[in-house]
Antibody, heavy 117, light 112 residues
Framework: QVQLQESGPRLVKPSGTLSLTCTVSGGSMRSAYWTWIRQPPGKGLEWVGYILNSGGGSTNYSPSLKSRVTISIDTSRNQVSLTLTAVTAADTAVYYC?????????WGQGILVTVSS | EIVMTQSPLSLPVTPGEPASISCRSSQSLLHSNGDNYLDWYLHKPGQSPQLLISLGSNRASGVPDRFSGSGSGTDFTLKISRVEADDVGVYYCMQTLQVPLTFGGGTKVEIK
């Protein structure tokens, strides 16, 4: 059974960098897509982006975040990372990682990250 | 960007009765391979979203057969044949045909 666990700082200062890690257990990371999705408080789900763990590790990002977001993968540690720079209060959200590009069957439990001074 | 529109916004339901949620896309989600790139998720309070339906009509593993997905192109429907109390939460459709992947605004299902 694949399990995902998000971790990282839960409080980030405005203009700072949000860095989250998704640790994967119980399954192979090879040749799989890994997706990040977020949900601001009281709002709906928002796709952040994904990475394909194959070849060069191609990525796709939300256009609204593209200039600030990076998704990377470390298969030796079974981890997928999300980095979001120059954060504002609008980036306050529960961040989820999920396995796949579509038909997302496996999700982490989510981590609430608050952007505040 | 493909815009996803769900209706209704809120859906009060009676246990044992059927329920239906509509999802419309601004562009066709029908791929040349014949699949519709449309997923349905249920987000229960305090939990992670769970996959119900993929590719428009394929029920995910472990999902009760009370849930069914239908539609093609730009119009899709999620149906619950007999609602149970455990079905409450927010239902989202998501298109996966084209980047950026986009979600509908959600439909909140609650028990009357």
């Amino acid at each position: 059974q694949v399990q995902l666990q998000e971790s990282g700082p839960r409080l980030v200062k405005p203009s700072g960098t949000l860095s989250l890690t998704c640790t994967v257990s119980g399954g192979s990371m090879r040749s799989a897509y890994w997706t990040w999705i977020r949900q601001p408080p009281g709002k709906g789900l928002e796709w952040v982006g994904y990475i394909l763990n194959s070849g060069g590790g191609s990525t796709n990002y939300s256009p609204s975040l593209k200039s600030r977001v990076t998704i990377s993968i470390d298969t030796s540690r079974n981890q997928v990372s999300l980095t979001l720079t120059a954060v504002t209060a609008a980036d306050t959200a529960v961040y989820y990682c999920a396995r796949g590009r579509d038909g997302l069957l496996y999700w982490g439990q989510g981590i609430l990250v608050t952007v505040s001074s | 960007e493909i815009v996803m529109t769900q209706s209704p916004l809120s859906l009060p339901v009676t246990p044992g009765e059927p329920a239906s949620i509509s999802c419309r896309s601004s562009q066709s989600l029908l791929h040349s391979n014949g699949d519709n790139y449309l997923d349905w998720y249920l987000h229960k309070p305090g939990q992670s979203p769970q996959l119900l339906i993929s590719l428009g009509s394929n029920r995910a593993s472990g999902v009760p057969d009370r849930f069914s997905g239908s539609g093609s192109g730009t119009d899709f429907t999620l149906k619950i044949s007999r609602v149970e109390a455990d079905d409450v939460g927010v239902y989202y459709c998501m298109q996966t045909l084209q980047v950026p992947l986009t979600f509908g605004g959600g439909t909140k299902v609650e028990i009357k």
